[in-house]
């Protein structure tokens, strides 16, 4: 069974740093380019970034580009987003997902961050 | 505001059959056959319906159904059952390696 289980969220004061983790299980990780989207409360569905199977190709939505980064280990089967610079408009529910013929086929069940001070 | 247009919400009447646009740009949903449908009831992970336009993923009724002319995206729900009752939401590649969203439709089955 595949599953994504998302870590990492909490409460960060404006200007702060956050990791979020993602570790998969039931599929062959390495085979799989992987996403971050996340969700606003009360709002609709945003990507944040995307990294390709080796870890080669990464691509970043323009409202985090510069202060996010993805990466992963494969030897792990895990998944990073590394925040920095946060902003109160980053406060949201992040989600690991993976990527699959053009699409998004598993989430994980999200991790909360809030921006706030 | 989001990148694709959807309207804010939709109804219809159990067996009834109700349609969801979602409009683009020829940079998006006109320039790719890229576009996914989302369901998401509340407090819930969101669920692939669709994928490239109008391929089910397994598992996803046949009552789903989508289909793209031009700049615009849609997805029909026929035979209207309680459970359809969710958001959904659409999204398309945008071209320059990003992917964009719709703002969402609240779906009500009267």
């Known amino acids: 069974e595949v599953q994504l289980l998302d870590s990492g969220g909490g409460l960060v004061q404006p200007g702060g740093s956050l990791r979020l983790s993602c570790a998969a299980s039931g599929f062959i990780f390495s085979s799989y380019s992987m996403n971050w989207l996340r969700q606003a409360p009360g709002k609709g569905l945003e990507w944040v970034s995307y990294i390709n199977m080796d870890g080669s190709d990464k691509w970043y939505a323009d409202s985090v580009k510069g202060r996010f980064t993805i990466s992963r280990d494969d030897g792990k089967n895990s998944l990073y987003l590394d925040m920095s610079s946060l902003r109160d408009e980053d406060t949201a529910v992040y989600y690991c997902?993976?990527?699959?013929?053009?699409?998004?086929?598993?989430w994980g069940q999200g991790t909360g961050v809030t921006v706030s001070s | 505001q989001s990148a694709l247009t959807q309207p804010p919400s939709a109804s219809g009447s159990p067996g009834q059959s109700v349609t969801i646009s979602c409009t683009g740009t020829?940079?998006?949903?006109?320039?790719?056959?890229?576009v996914s449908w989302y369901q998401q009831h509340p407090g819930k992970v969101p669920k692939v319906m669709i994928y490239k336009v109008d391929k089910r993923p397994s598992g996803v009724p046949d009552r789903f159904s989508g289909s793209k002319s031009g700049n615009t995206a849609s997805l029909t729900v026929s035979g209207l059952q309680a459970d359809d009752e969710a958001d959904y939401y659409c999204?398309?590649?945008?071209?320059?390696?990003?992917?964009?969203f719709g703002g969402g439709t609240k779906l009500t089955v009267l």
């Open positions: 997902v993976r990527d699959w013929a053009w699409a998004f086929d598993f």
């Open positions: 999204s398309s590649y945008g071209g320059s390696n990003n992917w964009v």
């Open positions: 020829s940079s998006d949903i006109g320039g790719y056959n890229h």
